[in-house]
């Protein structure tokens, strides 16, 4: 189990105003419409989600970096854990023609809404019940996901990517090194469940057996 950083230069592309978020006296129920992960979520307002999920390749590096440092090869399987519109999924195909990949996301809407490319290697469900058989994939991926269970699931979908990784796995969470990235993450997230820190998380991914690499994500 390592720590290994692919996914910093995308979320550092983002600019967040925190104060203004945590201010709006609507944030509850703005919190309560994301956790739907329907049309708020992902192309509505800004408040609620991404306020416009669409392709713009941005992905397409890390997915370069996975295939390089997991050494993946044409024939591979890879899992896409909260796969989200299959964005990831696509640049991995794109970038290694032969990948076969597959991609589980609790998100009807988004789903329904994937790419074309990867529409048939999609399906709707729960990162804590993997309708897959064991040691099906080469790599499995989490990323941006986790953190939106609860304690309890958390450890099962970690028992759910320790069981249906045949090789490697990687997961990167939300999480705080000080209290300034902490309080951003307050002000800042929308589906977030589990808040911890750095050290914390690391505990809870051998206290649970975690078998693969991680990495986070920080709201400076």
Not at 125 to 135: I, S, V
């Amino acid at each position: 189990m390592a720590h290994i950083d692919f996914i910093s230069q995308v979320h550092g592309r983002t600019k967040r105003n925190y104060i203004e978020r945590v201010l709006d006296q609507n944030k509850p129920e703005c919190i309560e419409r994301a956790k739907n992960y329907d049309y708020d979520y992902w192309d509505g307002d800004r408040k609620t989600g991404y306020g416009g999920y669409k392709y713009d390749g941005r992905w397409r590096p890390v997915a370069e970096a996975l295939i390089k440092h997991y050494g993946l090869k044409a024939g591979m399987k890879v899992l896409d854990v909260g796969c989200g519109k299959g964005f990831l999924m696509y640049d991995l195909l794109e970038a290694l023609p032969g990948l076969e990949c597959q991609g589980i996301d609790i998100s009807q809407y988004a789903i329904d809404r994937v790419k074309e490319e990867v529409r048939p290697y999609v399906r709707q469900g729960l990162a804590q019940e993997l309708p897959y058989p064991d040691k099906s994939f080469d790599l499995v991926l989490s990323i941006n996901t986790l953190h939106n269970l609860f304690i309890y699931d958390f450890k099962k979908a970690i028992q759910e990517v320790n069981r249906v990784q045949k090789k490697d796995a990687y997961i990167v969470v939300e999480s705080y090194r000080n209290e300034s990235e902490k309080m951003n993450l307050f002000y800042w997230v929308l589906t977030c469940e589990c808040f911890f820190a750095t050290r914390e998380w690391e505990w809870l991914f051998q206290e649970y057996g975690y078998k693969g690499d991680y990495s986070f994500i920080f709201f400076e």
